[in-house]
């Protein structure tokens, strides 16, 4: 039976925050929270985050940006709280907005959840003024950080609390305030053995922006980011109108015999968008153009580096299929 319920999971759960505490090199007030999964992150900790300040009936969170927060705002409006929308283009964009929204805070505002970049492209927000303007105002502040390492350096303040997702390894560093209770982080399995190795793997590749630039020059028509867009600079992203990325992927993948793990290296949105949930329309806004959707593919800094020659690969085998699917008269 103790095997069954799990016996060691929040014993070795404990020992993997404390783990992560020791490598960040956090303060002893400071709290960090591993999890399984982002989104079992965002619903564990607004949820009783919620409970806790019932007098509280607004929450903002930022969207189009992130898949997290679908699924418990449902629960909120059935709760009747007032969910209020932060839109990059309509509130990130210009300091003037910024400014605006800051001026409109809701007054029974419980928190905000604020992404520091989009989960997809790696774009990055400007969200500061916002998380000065709440903690000024004694408001929490849920930050998701959607894979970049360079975070890690970054420390939490009284009432920010910063959740990265980088993957294998998700955890919440909680500023002082951030009391509430934990209702399912420990539960499941925790391999603490191995932890270390993991954390290596994970945080080694840190955003090269010499790297991703370089790769990017060679492909000036299929570059994603175009106008000269704040970003994380650990992958290349580029969106080929008139290819499948996955069929691009997979060719690419053959050509440098890359298999098993090394497969990570490479990824497409299209096919993210056929095994995840929710999918990619039902979040992303605006909305993706079907040839984004389609085409776009992206290569990590780990790639660019373990295969100088993947620039020329992906050039070759894009030609290739371009060329296969073209019809002469």
Not at 13 to 19: P, R
Not at 166 to 184: E, H, Q, Y
Request: glycine share 4%; aromatic share 10%; net charge negative.
């Amino acid at each position: 039976m103790a095997k069954l319920l799990g016996k060691n999971n929040y014993q070795d759960w404990s020992k993997i925050n404390g783990a992560i505490h020791q490598k960040l090199g956090l303060d002893e007030k400071t709290q960090v929270r591993a999890y399984h999964h982002a989104e079992m992150a965002v619903m564990d900790q607004m949820v009783t985050l919620v409970q806790f300040l019932s007098h509280k009936k607004t929450v903002y969170f930022q969207r189009g940006v992130s898949p997290y927060f679908e699924s418990i705002i449902p629960h909120f409006l059935r709760d009747s709280l007032k969910i209020q929308n932060i839109l990059p283009a309509e509130h990130l964009s210009t300091t003037d907005q910024r400014e605006e929204w800051i001026k409109n805070i809701a007054p029974d505002t419980c928190c905000a959840v604020l992404c520091a970049n989009h989960w997809v492209t790696g774009e990055k927000f400007e969200i500061q003024p916002l998380v000065d303007a709440l903690e000024a105002k004694r408001i929490y502040v849920l930050v998701v950080n959607h894979g970049d390492a360079s975070m890690l350096s970054e420390k939490p303040t009284v009432y920010k609390n910063i959740l990265h997702d980088l993957g294998d390894i998700v955890f919440s560093v909680m500023g002082a305030r951030w009391k509430n209770p934990t209702l399912v982080s420990w539960q499941g399995r925790w391999d603490a053995e191995n932890f270390d190795k993991d954390w290596t793997r994970v945080t080694s590749a840190l955003p090269d922006e010499t790297e991703v630039k370089k790769f990017e020059s060679e492909f000036s028509k299929e570059t994603f980011f175009t106008n000269g867009q704040s970003r994380v600079w650990n992958k290349a992203v580029l969106v080929f109108p008139d290819i499948n990325a996955q069929m691009l992927r997979a060719n690419v993948a053959s050509q440098l015999g890359v298999t098993g793990v090394d497969d990570e290296l490479f990824g497409t949105i299209i096919e993210c968008d056929e095994t995840i949930y929710p999918p990619l329309r039902m979040w992303w806004r605006p909305d993706p153009a079907p040839v984004t959707v389609r085409g776009m593919i992206q290569f990590s800094v780990s790639a660019l580096k373990k295969y100088p020659n993947l620039a020329h690969v992906v050039k070759t085998v894009a030609a290739g299929l371009v060329s296969e699917q073209t019809w002469e008269a």
